[in-house]
């Protein structure tokens, strides 16, 4: 009963970022604002991927996963569209949020792994130890996007220095933040029941379907 | 230890001398703080000799050269600016630094997936975590530089060109040791790396 009040929650709050990233389309639109028509496009395209992945491929992505994604996605592109990246703050907030997303679904993929995959066996601290560096490491990556689109386009997605090192120090902040309340949900069993249906859904369509055509 | 590995204790014995001669020298030119950062590393490149005399665990005598080579370089950077005429050096120590953070790493973790309870991984698995980890260590020491530069105005990180090439060096790095951790797992070497571990291992980690 209550896992269906926050599931039902959870899909009422996506909805609403939803249509809210679709009145910023209207308004980039009406602003004849090219790059954030294209730009907030495909955000509201990728904020339905778990919809789509649900039903065509019966695969259900979390709740928060869900959410996640589209705020992510919602603040990046209002920030774009109505000049909130001037707002003080408000990139280490949008970076803090994508990293957040990266480090939760890190730590999704490796405890679905290790809970119905035979290749592979954590515990839980090792998880959220690799859930810290990845999150580093796909920041890294992220800056190296922002540098090289930089270096080619001549653009100015690096602010800076200084601004670089914030960015990393926060994607840090965020996968050690995943860290701690990952090991805290396994503990009481609630990051079980989160992953309980993306989990059993992995494990009959890619991991023993792998095992049957090893097998034959 | 054995005696046929001479030629390798004698390499080590002179790399120590070296930065024993290195902190003399910044001690001399006055450089307080690279003395400090000196002694620190020298300390650090005795660790694997301590942990082999202290807890008789026969770690390869390859760690203690790669360790003070990567000290001895950052040293040639930091002490002797080699890197303000030969801007390539300061890369260099970067990738070498991160290929040795690399080698201990793709060693502990493979230590830990063969004698831990809790950790059975496959080899890809393993070559991922190393990559990753060298480049949260990359992103760890351009902390290091900027919060050293913040304190002490050392200008260790000049530019954001150069903070973005050093975590490029290392990710190179990482994904070098990724590539010859492949090998190494597949021809058996790293587990005779290792074996001595085994017997530890328990007394070490898994105390109950």
Redesign the interface.
Known sequence: MKKNIIKTGGVIVSYILKILMIILLIISIYNKHIEWIFGAGLGIIVSFVPTILKRNYQITLPIILDILITTALFLHIGGGILGAYGIIHYDTLTHFVSSFLIAFLAFVVIYILDEYWD?????K??MAF?V???T??M??IW??NE?ITDLIFKTQE?W???D??KD??VD?LAGIAMAIIGVVMIKRGSFDELTEDLGEQIDKKIIKKGMNKKNE | MEKKYWYLKSIIIILIFLMIFLLIFSINKEDFLWSFFTLIMIIISLIPTLIRHKIKIKIPYLFDIFISLAFIFHMGNGLLDISTNFSIYNKFTHFFSAVVVAFIFLNVIFIFNEYYRGIAVNKYKIMFDVIVITMAFGVVWEFMEWTSDFLFNLNAQPSLDDTMGDLFADTLGGIFIALIGYFLINRGVLKRFSKDFKKHFNNLVEKD
């Open positions: 290749g592979l066996m954590m515990d601290y090792a690799l810290v560096f990845t580093i490491a920041g890294v800056e190296f540098w690096q800076g220095y200084n670089t090192i990393l120090f840090m």
